[in-house]
């Protein structure tokens, strides 16, 4: 049977990418999908944005840390001496243009049979996917106006898997798996595999930034 295989929040840790990959004894017929913020502080987000661009059973949705990098570069800026964006553009060198015209193909969510991938999350109380916010949908924790995080009010039935919210260990409930395990803050990197919904990880080699409270 093919799997799925979800991936948790990279953000540019290159060698457990690749410690992950070979753990799950990946191949082509795998589908796999990223949940973004592939890029940013961590070591690597040039190699890693690379292998994406290389990886034809991959798929990507945007994060909050590549619509930065995407709303810079449509605009025409450039990164900020001594940041880590311009990092990013030393790294990629002579394909920067053409990482940020892939990154620019990334949808916001993508939807298959039974659940869905976004960045951060959705807003409980919009019906649709369609009419979420790119806002929300890359950065949303908490709803405004509400005082539980989005998870813990979504109430449907079909499987939610996120990242974004920084965690020792995955979120786990029926309907969502947040997959974001701190890999850059120390913590590690996960996998969801489906259709089995087994998690996969590694650990992080070193703490690539700290975290004063992973909330």
């Not at 409980?124 to 995080?149: F, H, K």
């Not at 009010?153 to 898997?161: G, I, P, Q, S």
Request: charged share 25%; net charge negative; hydrophobic share 40%.
């Amino acid at each position: 049977m093919n799997r799925t295989i979800i991936i948790g929040d990279v953000h540019g840790c290159s060698s457990e990418l690749e410690s992950l990959l070979k753990k799950l004894e990946v191949t082509k017929e795998d589908e796999l999908i990223a949940v973004g913020d592939l890029v940013r502080k961590g070591p690597d987000s040039g190699s890693v944005i690379s292998w994406a661009m290389e990886t034809p059973n991959l798929r990507c949705v945007l994060g909050n840390h590549e619509t930065r990098l995407l709303d810079r570069w449509v605009a025409g800026e450039a990164p900020d001496r001594g940041s880590p964006d311009e990092e990013i553009l030393r790294q990629l060198g002579d394909r920067y243009d053409e990482a940020m015209a892939f990154i620019k193909s990334w949808p916001l969510y993508l939807e298959r049979d039974g659940f869905f991938v976004v960045h951060a999350g959705i807003d409980p109380r919009v019906p649709t996917l369609e009419q979420q916010s790119r806002r929300d949908l890359t950065t949303i924790r908490v709803p405004d106006g509400m005082s539980i995080p989005w998870y813990e009010a979504y109430t449907e039935d079909r499987l939610a898997v996120f990242g974004h919210w920084a965690r020792p260990e995955p979120i786990i409930r029926p309907n969502a798996i947040g997959l974001d395990t701190g890999c850059v803050y120390g913590g590690a990197l996960t996998a969801l595999v489906l259709p089995e919904k087994r998690l996969v990880s590694v650990p992080a080699a070193q703490e690539y930034q700290r975290h004063a409270a992973w909330n």
